[in-house]
């Protein structure tokens, strides 16, 4: 049974950090591309950041280039994604997600559609 766990959320004032973390059991890493998506009331779901652990390859939305980082712990099976100079449109809720049969993480980002395995999301709150 795969389960993917997010954690980290909280409240941040604006230019704050936060690390969220996603841990990933019932299945192992491999190349699969693993993404955090977002979202926020009233709008659409966003890709944020991906990362196909093998490789190190990894992608950004313009949206939060240059802020977040995006890692990978295959030891520990959980995917982490550093937010710093934190942004009240930066408020939403954030879901891991992975797709053991995506390796791109372009796919990954551009049709979330596809991807198997969603964790619940955890909240994150940026105050101005």
């Known amino acids: 049974d795969v389960q993917l766990q997010a954690s980290g959320g909280g409240l941040v004032q604006a230019g704050g950090s936060l690390r969220l973390s996603c841990a990933v059991s019932g299945l192992t890493f491999g190349n699969s591309a693993i993404a955090w998506f977002r979202q926020a009331p009233g709008k659409e779901r966003e890709g944020v950041a991906c990362?196909?652990?093998?490789?190190?390859?990894?992608v950004y939305s313009d949206s939060v280039k240059g802020r977040f980082t995006i890692a990978s712990d295959n030891a520990k099976n959980t995917v982490y994604l550093q937010m710093d100079n934190l942004r009240p449109e930066d408020t939403a809720t954030y879901y891991c997600?992975?797709?053991?049969?995506?390796?791109?993480?372009?796919?990954?980002?551009?049709?979330?559609?596809?991807?198997?395995?969603w964790g619940k999301g955890t909240l994150v709150t940026v105050s101005s």
């Open positions: 997600t992975i797709d053991q049969s995506v390796t791109s993480c372009i796919t990954a980002m551009v049709y979330p559609g596809g991807m198997d395995y």
């Open positions: 990362i196909v652990s093998d490789n190190d390859d990894t």
